[in-house]
């Protein structure tokens, strides 16, 4: 069993950053693969970005090159730092963690967290 909490979000203006962080328990955080996926409103949940076990790093097109994921296995959490933010980016991010092959898959992950809000003004 993985219990996830995330903090970081907020209120941003178009152009800033937001650094996100997931907390994770559980001895065998180190051998998941861990995600970030998001909801805007009415829409459905995607993919952002995902960190395998062995660092490996995913990323959705629409993030590439101004969202970098990372982890700190000694802390058992997970980050994601957000540049350049845009409007389109305002979401409840999620975090997950899973084992699936499929990275960007909701359905490679079976423990998520509440979520954390991220609202991008203009």
């Known amino acids: 069993q993985v219990q996830l909490v995330e903090s970081g979000g907020g209120l941003v203006l178009a152009g800033g950053s937001l650094r996100l962080s997931c907390a994770a328990s559980?001895?065998?955080?180190?051998?998941?693969?861990m995600g970030w996926f998001r909801q805007a409103p009415g829409k459905e949940r995607e993919f952002v970005a995902a960190i395998n076990w062995d660092l490996g790093t995913y990323y959705a097109d629409s993030v590439k090159g101004r969202f970098t994921i990372s982890r700190d296995n000694a802390k058992n959490t997970v980050y994601l730092q957000m540049n350049s933010l845009q409007p389109e980016d305002t979401a409840v991010y999620y975090c997950?963690?899973?084992?699936?092959?499929?990275?960007?898959?909701?359905?490679?992950?079976?423990?998520w967290g509440q979520g954390t809000r991220v609202t991008v003004s203009s």
């Open positions: 559980g001895r065998t955080f180190s051998s998941y693969a």
């Open positions: 997950a963690a899973g084992r699936g092959f499929s990275k960007s898959d909701i359905r490679s992950y079976a423990y």
